[in-house]
C-alpha cells in the first residue's frame, strides 16, 4: 500500500519560515519524482515545485528563491523549505509521487499552511 503522510504545516507570520516534510511509503521513492502542490479555498490546485529521480527541480515564479525543494533517498522523504513566507502562501500543501514504470500518480492527505499575523 502506497502511503505518503505530510508534516510541518502551521500557522506563521509573514515573513517566517516553515519546512514541510513528505515521508513516503509503499513505493521505489528513488525511482520516483516528487511535486509539492498547494490548493488555496475557492482555488484550483496547483503545482508549487518538481524534484526529480535526479535532482533536477523547478518552481512555480510565485515561490522561486523563496522555497526550495529537497529528497533524501535514505530517508524515503521530501522536504519544502518555505522561507520569506507571505499571507497569498496560505492553502492545504499536498506531496505527490509520480511512479513512471508502469505510471502512477499517488498523493498524501495534505497539510494547512496558514499565513498571517
Known amino acids: 500500500q502506497v502511503q505518503l503522510v505530510e508534516s510541518g504545516g502551521g500557522l506563521v507570520q509573514p515573513g517566517g519560515s516553515l519546512r514541510l516534510s513528505c515521508a513516503v511509503s509503499g513505493i521505489i521513492f528513488w525511482t520516483s519524482d516528487m511535486e509539492w502542490y498547494r490548493q488555496a479555498p475557492g482555488k484550483q490546485r496547483d503545482l508549487v515545485a518538481t524534484i526529480t529521480r535526479a535532482y533536477s527541480t523547478n518552481y512555480a515564479d510565485s515561490v522561486k528563491g523563496r522555497f526550495t525543494i529537497s529528497r533524501d533517498n535514505a530517508k524515503n522523504t521530501m522536504y519544502l523549505q518555505m522561507d520569506s513566507l507571505k499571507p497569498e502562501d496560505t492553502a492545504v500543501y499536498f506531496c505527490?509521487?509520480?511512479?513512471?514504470?508502469?505510471?502512477?500518480?499517488?498523493w498524501g492527505q495534505g497539510t494547512q499552511v496558514t499565513v498571517s499575523s
Open positions: 505527490s509521487a509520480l511512479k513512471l514504470m508502469p505510471p502512477a500518480r499517488y
